[in-house]
Nanobody, 125 residues
Framework: VQLQASGGGLVQAGGSLRLSCAAS????????MGWFRQAPGKERAFVAA????????IYADSVEGRFTISRDNAKNTIYLQMNSLKPEDTAVYYC???????????????????WGQGTLVTVSS
């Protein structure tokens, strides 16, 4: 399984960005997927996760109501729509996959067995 995150960039506070994560693998529709982020000098933190069907999603409290995770299994891609961005959202964003437990959503990094390379999001004040 290979994951390729994209869509990061520089945006002003209050703006929006949409991140994408394209995955390889013929059974992508069975993968549990998540987004994490790592700000400078901080540990990697959970952002959002979604089940294989897209029927269940969970969010970190800090992004609830502003970010939306979704997936298109026909395109082997998940998305993270980020609205009302704040300077504290500045981080490298990583997508992650668990090909074996698609019906579970998890906030724990150890749940995910495959990680993308990250895409940088910078929010200016």
């Amino acid at each position: 399984v290979q994951l390729q995150a994209s869509g990061g960039g520089l945006v002003q506070a209050g703006g929006s960005l949409r991140l994408s994560c394209a995955a390889s693998g013929r059974t992508f529709s069975r993968y549990g997927m998540g987004w994490f982020r790592q700000a400078p000098g901080k540990e990697r933190a959970f952002v959002a996760a979604i089940t294989w069907s897209g029927g269940t999603s969970i969010y970190a409290d800090s992004v609830e109501g502003r970010f939306t995770i979704s997936r298109d299994n026909a395109k082997n891609t998940i998305y993270l729509q980020m609205n009302s961005l704040k300077p504290e959202d500045t981080a490298v964003y990583y997508c992650a996959a668990n090909p074996s437990s698609g019906s579970i959503v998890s906030r724990a990094p150890v749940f995910y067995t495959h990680w993308g390379q990250g895409t940088l999001v910078t929010v200016s004040s």
